[in-house]
């Protein structure tokens, strides 16, 4: 009887245990699948994998560091440059914390923005502006790898630059 008993405790010893590792196991499985990026859904789409917001150790270092912004408008007979730190900063805070995980098939850049330190670029992206689309997305080797919304401050930005391009056209 006592020899029943003792298998009997092994037994719930060895299941107790084997439940214990499946379930860490699961939930490492769940842990990397919830840090991998997720699939795009929609096949309305430009990318397939959602991205990420840029690291804010990159905004940080471009905040202490960049000396200079460039944009080149594709469709504008214009371009614009920044070269002091406040309205780089400035430009800095107009990128949103929140991802933007998907670049809408209908979406189109407007620009091209190019931070630099010294006379190097270290970061370049695209700049998304239209009534449905407002976000930066951050290019490495012309692929996406990050996306960012703007801020209302970024809309203002932009709504103010269009607006003064539209008074010297009309003069």
């Given at each position: 009887?006592?020899?029943?008993?003792?298998?009997?405790a092994i037994?719930?010893?060895?299941?107790?245990?084997?439940?214990?590792?499946?379930?860490?196991?699961?939930?490492?499985?769940?842990?990397?699948?919830?840090?991998?990026p997720v699939?795009?859904?929609?096949?309305?789409?430009?990318?397939?994998?959602?991205?990420?917001?840029?690291?804010?150790?990159?905004?940080?270092?471009?905040?202490?560091?960049?000396?200079?912004?460039?944009?080149?408008?594709?469709?504008?007979?214009?371009?614009?440059?920044?070269?002091?730190?406040?309205?780089?900063?400035?430009?800095?805070?107009?990128?949103?914390?929140?991802?933007?995980?998907?670049?809408?098939?209908?979406?189109?850049?407007?620009?091209?923005?190019?931070?630099?330190?010294?006379?190097?670029?270290?970061?370049?992206?695209?700049?998304?502006?239209?009534?449905?689309?407002?976000?930066?997305?951050?290019?490495?080797?012309?692929?996406?790898k990050y996306?960012?919304?703007?801020?209302?401050?970024?809309?203002?930005?932009?709504?103010?630059?269009?607006?003064?391009?539209?008074?010297?056209?009309?003069?």
């Amino acid at each position: 009887m006592q020899f029943r008993i003792y298998l009997i405790a092994i037994i719930g010893v060895f299941t107790l245990i084997s439940c214990g590792e499946a379930n860490e196991t699961a939930k490492k499985t769940n842990a990397n699948k919830t840090s991998q990026p997720v699939a795009a859904k929609s096949t309305g789409v430009k990318n397939k994998v959602a991205l990420e917001s840029v690291p804010r150790a990159t905004i940080l270092d471009l905040w202490n560091n960049c000396t200079y912004i460039d944009y080149i408008f594709h469709d504008l007979p214009f371009s614009m440059s920044q070269d002091e730190k406040e309205s780089i900063q400035a430009n800095l805070n107009y990128i949103a914390t929140e991802p933007q995980e998907y670049i809408p098939n209908n979406c189109k850049p407007i620009a091209r923005q190019m931070f630099h330190v010294g006379g190097d670029i270290v970061l370049e992206c695209d700049v998304y502006l239209s009534d449905q689309c407002q976000f930066y997305v951050f290019v490495e080797n012309e692929k996406p790898k990050y996306a960012n919304k703007m801020t209302q401050e970024a809309l203002k930005f932009f709504g103010t630059m269009f607006s003064k391009v539209d008074q010297q056209k009309a003069n």
